[in-house]
């Protein structure tokens, strides 16, 4: 059986609830493009971000731990993996358009820094001057103007849905650029989902890799009640599992109350609000897609023992450190002479009409952590090759 997109969309509006966005009612793309035959709006979308050069980029991006420091870490392309898997499972639950959650879910993190978070800390100190730095405005400016794939216009010239959750990621209202999009309305659900599933994977997998670091404990973890729920139902499952296959069914089950918590949650929230129509929820007034009170308060504590245990933990200072001197020295060199930016870089500055500040944020977000520190090297080793 062959299914053209016709049929596809045909589909979509005999099985999605009737809050789902479908993509026959996107508001479409900055450039008008024929439709394609046999793929839908988003899943246009989806594909295009992964075939992205700044996808493909996040496999040698920091998401605690530096691409160095191990193999067996998680980087942000495998968090942003995780994000889109627990967002496909929400968003089928909930009869939502899981094309069109995913391909925010696998957006939402391209503008992202090296060294992350501590990366975009530092860019954004530096760029105060210039307007600051947000991620996820960066991540917007990648798919819409950075990525050069097509002859006909730059970026990848997603769809309206894609591009709004990509900017309406997590806090907008002051977002200068999220005014585009209304940021009096809320966006899909499919995009409110992708915010919580971020959260959901990067507390799962930020335990995970603490512990396989040592640089947390047990002990440490059972400061945080879901953690220790977690793993005393993996003792009672699994009362002779070693220490390994333990540690992977606690973060399994971590990852599963989360989010059995917020399809419930969120259920409970539509029909309460009497949600009926995606335009119904752009109109809802606050976020609908939460954890519910009791999830929330376990979530931030654990939110806050990773606070002090983990990130704060005196080897992520020196990797925090670290970022920033090196980004810190990289932005002042190309500040102080551009022309040490690849010409195709530094042309973007007068195809849009920005300063040379923001093209230089550009470059230096874009960059993989192994490619600032090779950079870092270049200029500032006199005996590294340029």
């Known amino acids: 059986m062959l299914r053209t997109r016709h049929e596809l969309e045909l ?5 999605l609830a009737p809050y789902a966005m479908r993509a026959r009612m996107s508001k479409g793309r900055r450039v008008a493009e024929a439709e394609h035959p046999m793929r839908t709006a988003f899943q246009r979308d989806r594909d295009r971000v992964i075939h992205s050069a700044a996808f493909r ?18 980087t942000r392309l495998t968090h942003t993996l995780e994000a889109a898997q627990i967002t496909r499972t929400v968003a089928k639950a909930l009869g939502l358009n899981g094309e069109l959650a995913e391909a925010v ?13 501590a990366g975009e800390r530092w860019l954004n100190e530096l760029m105060q001057p210039y307007g600051g730095f947000d991620h996820n405005a960066q991540s917007l400016r990648t798919v819409d103007w950075i990525e050069v794939r097509y002859p006909n216009f730059r970026g990848l010239n997603l769809s309206f849905e894609v ?24 966006p899909c659900l499919e995009a409110q989902i992708v915010d919580l599933a971020d959260e959901i994977a990067y507390l799962a997998h930020d335990t995970d890799d603490g512990l396989k670091a040592g640089m947390l404990t047990i002990d440490n973890l059972n400061e945080s009640s879901l953690y220790r729920d977690a793993a005393a139902a993996v003792r009672e499952a699994y009362p002779n ?25 969120l259920a409970a929230e539509l029909e309460r609000a009497n949600i009926q129509s995606a335009e119904d929820v752009r109109r809802a007034g ?10 929330m308060r376990r979530v931030e504590e654990l939110k806050e023992m990773m606070r002090e245990r983990l990130y704060r933990h005196y080897r992520v200072s020196r990797m925090t450190e670290k970022a920033g001197r090196v980004l810190a020295r990289l932005f002042e060199t190309y500040m102080n002479e ?10 973007r500055s007068e195809l849009l009409g920005e300063p040379v500040a923001r093209i230089v944020a550009d470059y230096i977000a874009g960059m993989t952590d192994r ?7 270049k200029l500032f080793d006199p005996d590294e090759r340029v």
């Open 286 to 295: 606050r976020v609908l897609a939460t954890f519910s009170s009791e999830m």
């Open 11 to 15: 589909i979509e509006e005999a099985t």
């Open 241 to 265: 599992a070693d220490a390994r296959v333990a540690r992977y069914q606690t973060v399994i089950r971590m990852i599963d109350a989360m989010s059995t918590d917020l399809m419930s949650a």
């Open 163 to 186: 591009r709004e959750g990509i900017i309406k990621h997590s806090n907008f209202r002051d977002r200068p650029a999220a005014q585009e999009f209304d940021a009096s309305t809320w």
């Open 57 to 74: 980029r996040l496999e040698y991006k920091t998401q605690v731990f530096v691409n160095h420091e191990g193999d067996y870490y998680r």
């Open 105 to 117: 879910a696998l957006a939402h993190d391209l503008g992202h820094t090296p060294f992350g978070h």
């Open 371 to 377: 490619f600032a520190l090779d950079e870092y090297r």
């Open 338 to 347: 551009p022309r040490q930016m690849p010409a195709h870089v530094l042309a």
